[in-house]
């Protein structure tokens, strides 16, 4: 782990981008998640969850069964030997929101980042997130997480950008054009 955060440098692994299929994610996701995360980097694991321990198995599986009216993810898998889960994204309602709110996570293995998976499963994610009536979408980051920063500010909606406690916050307004984005320094 480098002492200070810097984008991920690891070497990528070519991929037929034709070969990555992204899914709905499924109950028994669990196990192929849990895997995913022992092969990634210290870097990917903090920029994701803003700590250095990765999820436990029973914690994904949390994730892998969101009930419908709580949030919906999905994964992208290569087939290799066997299916690979190679990244996931989903969202989770908050409760109390004037406006139907979502928190987001998204995450692509280190040796598969930077090939456009991110964004399918991005957009994947908010087509779903507005068919379903979320409005806003909230991402949490760290300041230096440049790669996430572009994949959700060229989205192609208004978002705001906050800081506060150190930690980068946008909040996209699902269906809103870009041009009412503001950026706010709390
Ligand atoms: C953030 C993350 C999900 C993006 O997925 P990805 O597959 O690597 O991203 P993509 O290849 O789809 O690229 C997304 C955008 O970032 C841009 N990008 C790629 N590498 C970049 C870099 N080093 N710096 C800045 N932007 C970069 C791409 O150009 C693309 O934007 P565009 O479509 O407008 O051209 C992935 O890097 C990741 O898992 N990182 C670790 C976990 C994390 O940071 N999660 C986000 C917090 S919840």
Known sequence: M??????????????????VTVRPIQADDAGLLYAMHQRLSLDSI??????????????????????????????ATVQQDDERV?????????????????????????????QGIGR??????????????IRKLRVLFHPNNQ????????????????RHSGLSEYLVALGESPRQSASVVA
């Open 86 to 114: 190679v990244g996931v994204a989903y969202y989770v309602r908050e409760p109390q929101e004037q406006a139907p709110t979502a928190e987001l996570g998204i995450l692509v293995e280190d040796q598969f980042q930077g």
């Open 2 to 19: 480098s002492s200070k955060l810097e984008p991920q440098q690891a070497e990528p692994l070519s991929q037929d981008k034709s070969a």
């Open 147 to 162: 790669r996430v920063a572009r994949l959700v500010s060229s989205s192609g909606f208004a978002y705001q950008a906050t």
């Open 120 to 133: 399918r499963l991005w957009q994947r994610m908010q087509q779903h997130a507005l068919r379903h009536t």
């Open 46 to 75: 903090y920029y994701r969850y803003l700590q250095y321990r990765p999820p436990t198995l029973a914690e994904l599986e949390q994730v892998c069964q969101l009930a419908p009216e709580r949030g919906a993810g999905f994964v």
